[in-house]
């Protein structure tokens, strides 16, 4: 049976979309000297449909929403791009993103990546509460939201 491989049509550069993050204390301090040459060639694709920002395991491609993208909050956007950098330096390291022995709030590669995100966020001088609206999503539960924000260190 033939494989059914997905053309690269719709897999664009990062760096065309997201300008800058090669000067990004945050980003620089996740691929050090390696920054520009990951960037430069770290690919994304638009999702179709739901969700934001994730991490193809297979290719290590960052997943994007076009209309989160476009709509979503802007602050929001950033950390959630910290945030899939660090998975994307998870990925070339050969660690498991979606190991599922896990859940995913409790998962060491998503805590280990909220850390960082979190450190940024306070380092922008983000509130607890606001930082708390960040975490939130429509498919945490508040018990799961409260277990992440412990996991955390944040206040929620
Ligand atoms: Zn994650």
Known sequence: MRRIIRVGTSTRR???YFKGFEKVEAVRRIFGEETEEVLRNLKIEFMGFGGYMGVDDMNG???????????????????????????????????ELFDTRYEYIER???IEAYRYTVQEARRLGLSD??????????WMSDSDLKRLAKALNVAC
């Not at 979503?72 to 660090?86: T, W």
């Not at 509460?129 to 429509?138: G, M, S, V």
């Open 14 to 16: 990062f760096t065309e």
């Open 61 to 95: 491609h960052l997943m994007v929403n076009a209309r989160y993208l476009s709509s979503g909050n802007r602050v929001d956007i950033y950390l959630d791009v910290i945030h899939e950098l660090y998975h994307v330096k998870q990925f070339m390291e050969g660690k």
């Open 108 to 110: 060491p590669t998503e």
């Open 129 to 138: 509460e606001r930082i708390c609206q960040y975490l939130k999503t429509e």
